[in-house]
Nanobody
Framework: QVQLVESGGGTVQAGDSLTLSCAASGRTSSTYSMGWFRQTPGKEREFVARISGNGGITAYADSVRGRFTISRDNAKNTGYLRMNSLKPEDTAVYYC?????????????????WGQGTQVTVSS
């Protein structure tokens, strides 16, 4: 089992930056991949970014590519999502996810472990 706890959410203005953190505990290892998803009321959870077990492979949703950066520090068992040039449409609850595979997909069903979510609100 892997436990995930997100932090770093908040309310910012359009154009600002924010960094989310995802602290992992339990049966962690560098072989598990991580992902970030987001969800707004009435909509399905949306893929944002993913990173391989060693951090060497990353992928992003079209809507955030070039603005968001996913990374991880395996020594600290922590993943990050750096969000630059935030837009009001980025407002959502952001979730960290992990799975026991080196590389995973963009579907929420690809991930076994989830954090509780952290709210990000971007005002115009």
């Amino acid at each position: 089992q892997v436990q995930l706890v997100e932090s770093g959410g908040g309310t910012v203005q359009a154009g600002d930056s924010l960094t989310l953190s995802c602290a992992a505990s339990g049966r962690t290892s560098s072989t598990y991949s991580m992902g970030w998803f987001r969800q707004t009321p009435g909509k399905e959870r949306e893929f944002v970014a993913r990173i391989s077990g060693n951090g060497g492979i990353t992928a992003y949703a079209d809507s955030v590519r070039g603005r968001f950066t996913i990374s991880r520090d395996n020594a600290k068992n922590t993943g990050y999502l750096r969000m630059n040039s935030l837009k009001p449409e980025d407002t959502a609850v952001y979730y960290c996810a992990a799975t026991d595979r080196f590389w995973s997909g963009t579907n929420s069903n690809d991930y076994s472990y989830w954090g509780q979510g952290t709210q990000v609100t971007v005002s115009s």
